[in-house]
């Protein structure tokens, strides 16, 4: 299964990379989750990825680059990925436990001063399919919560993150759920949102 937003989001992300002076490559070969590979990056962003990927020692692999300094980005899907890596869990800063259908809901801007959320209103009323999340990892600082009142179908109660980042192992970690459709891509807050959390 292959989310039909992951061609859309890296044409995006892409397209900022451009705007704003770094360099992104996209690929679907988890070879390039080495080592080698994985030093001449300032970031690894996972984009809606999801399924059990990365062999033992390209986990490994991944800790140690993490551990090392480097940055990963998760978007929307990425929180499902690798379902039997407690670590990764703790990276990504929590675990997928279903969803709703997509529909308009109210969002809560927590942190003001998070370069993925300066530029916000106090709150952000947007279509999307909200995750509900278990075993949020006490690390992780909250940027963006959802009103579990404005939809139907949370689970999380009055504590439901959707945007959070985490100084995790030596390197840092942030986490959107939001990026579920195309048009999210066209979105210029969103991509600001995931420029700041970069």
Do not use: C
């Amino acid at each position: 299964y292959r989310h039909a937003s992951i061609e859309p989001g890296i044409q995006a992300l892409k397209k900022l990379g451009t705007e704003n002076g770094f360099k992104v490559n996209a690929t679907e070969d988890t070879g390039y989750i080495k080592e080698d590979s994985l030093r001449q990056y300032a970031a690894v962003l996972f984009l809606s990825t999801s399924g059990d990927i990365l062999n033992d020692v390209q986990q490994a692999d991944l800790e140690r680059y993490i551990q090392a300094g480097g940055g990963f980005v998760g978007i929307h899907e990425a929180v499902t990925a690798e379902s039997e890596w407690p670590w990764y869990h703790k990276l990504v800063g929590a675990r997928f436990d279903g969803h709703p259908k997509e529909q308009d809901a109210t969002l809560k801007v927590i942190v003001k001063d998070h370069p993925s959320t300066t530029f916000m209103d106090s709150t952000w009323v947007k279509t999307d399919e909200w995750y509900n999340f278990k075993d949020f990892d006490p690390g992780i600082e909250v940027v963006i919560a959802i009103d579990e009142n404005s939809y139907e179908g949370g689970t999380n109660g009055t504590y439901h993150p959707i945007s959070w980042y985490d100084e995790f192992a030596g390197g840092r970690s942030f986490y959107t759920a939001i990026g579920h459709s195309d048009e999210t891509y066209d979105n210029a807050k969103f991509l600001k949102h995931v420029l700041g959390g970069t």
